[in-house]
């Protein structure tokens, strides 16, 4: 019995080929994560980022209005940056409104190379319930008339001030792109930054957040890679050639 023509053959071998797994040219993979720790200023508008930490010599030249950072236990695309520092630009309702789309070039570099940059693109609103005082709660999103705009006309907080047992912790979330300069590939970036206020409930960890003192953060971001369109292609070439492979068998 004969199983293959010989113009079937060259079909499916090819389209064999054309659907095994293709190895994405991109350093940047889904599922890296970036684990930073810093400290900031928090006011009712604003967030400034200070650059303070210990053996990080960029600060000493650092440009207006950031911030640093360290890395750690960061993976993948990220690993690169463990044990390094970088910088974070500070933001503020004005420019980088929040619950509404918008472009922070560089929000965050890297000081040992430039491999990698993250773009800031959206802060959505905190999703607790909603108080000015947060007074006698234990989960709250803080709101401010100052912070009202068309996007955000309760004039909501980016922050849930979630009671835990150590305290409260301050959390709120980014949404970003990341940028691979070695080959020109860019991937979504999600996370949460957060702050933890030891010996306090969200009433008095609000009142202390605003009472312009510093506090630690640490955040976790979090890659995803589209999958890039020259991979989409190829798989279709692969199920092309084994439709002409079964075209030519049934003819």
Same mark, same amino acid.
């Given at each position: 019995?004969?199983?293959f023509?010989?113009?079937?053959? +060259?079909?499916?071998?090819?389209g064999?080929?054309l659907m095994?797994?293709? $190895?994405?040219?991109a =350093? *940047? #993979? &889904?599922?890296s994560?970036?684990?930073?720790t810093g400290?900031?200023?928090?006011?009712?508008?604003?967030l400034n980022?200070?650059?303070?930490l210990p053996?990080?010599?960029t600060?000493a030249?650092?440009?207006?209005?950031?911030?640093?950072f360290?890395?750690?236990n960061s993976?993948?695309?990220?690993?690169q940056y463990n044990?390094t520092?970088g910088?974070?630009k500070s933001?503020?309702?004005?420019?980088?409104?929040?619950?509404?789309?918008?472009?922070?070039p560089?929000?965050m570099?890297?000081?040992?190379n430039n491999?990698?940059t993250?773009?800031?693109?959206?802060?959505?609103l905190g999703?607790? +319930?909603?108080?000015?005082?947060?007074?006698g709660?234990?989960?709250?999103? $803080?709101?401010?008339? =100052? *912070? #009202? &705009?068309?996007?955000?006309?309760?004039?909501?907080?980016?922050?849930?001030?979630d009671?835990?047992?150590t305290?409260t912790?301050?959390?709120?979330?980014?949404?970003?792109?990341a940028?691979?300069h070695t080959?020109?590939s860019?991937?979504?970036?999600a996370?949460?930054?957060?702050?933890q206020?030891?010996?306090d409930?969200?009433a008095?960890?609000?009142?202390?957040?605003l009472g312009?003192?510093?506090?630690t953060?640490?955040s976790?971001?979090?890659?995803?890679v589209?999958?890039?369109?020259?991979a989409l292609v190829?798989?279709?070439?692969g199920?092309?050639?084994?439709?002409?492979?079964?075209?030519?068998?049934?003819?």
């Amino acid at each position: 019995m004969k199983l293959f023509n010989k113009g079937a053959l +060259p079909a499916l071998i090819c389209g064999l080929a054309l659907m095994a797994p293709v $190895p994405s040219l991109a =350093a *940047l #993979i &889904t599922g890296s994560q970036l684990n930073i720790t810093g400290a900031g200023v928090v006011g009712a508008t604003f967030l400034n980022f200070q650059c303070n930490l210990p053996g990080d010599t960029t600060c000493a030249t650092a440009p207006a209005g950031t911030g640093d950072f360290a890395v750690n236990n960061s993976t993948l695309s990220f690993a690169q940056y463990n044990g390094t520092f970088g910088l974070i630009k500070s933001i503020n309702n004005a420019a980088q409104p929040l619950n509404t789309p918008f472009l922070l070039p560089d929000f965050m570099t890297f000081d040992l190379n430039n491999n990698i940059t993250i773009d800031l693109t959206f802060i959505p609103l905190g999703n607790d +319930p909603v108080s000015a005082t947060c007074a006698g709660m234990q989960h709250c999103t $803080p709101q401010s008339p =100052a *912070l #009202i &705009t068309p996007n955000n006309p309760q004039g909501l907080s980016a922050f849930n001030l979630d009671q835990n047992a150590t305290g409260t912790a301050a959390v709120f979330g980014v949404f970003g792109i990341a940028h691979d300069h070695t080959d020109g590939s860019s991937a979504n970036i999600a996370g949460t930054l957060t702050s933890q206020f030891t010996g306090d409930d969200p009433a008095a960890a609000l009142l202390r957040a605003l009472g312009g003192s510093s506090q630690t953060y640490s955040s976790n971001l979090t890659l995803t890679v589209v999958p890039e369109p020259s991979a989409l292609v190829l798989g279709g070439l692969g199920l092309l050639g084994l439709s002409i492979f079964k075209f030519r068998k049934r003819a």
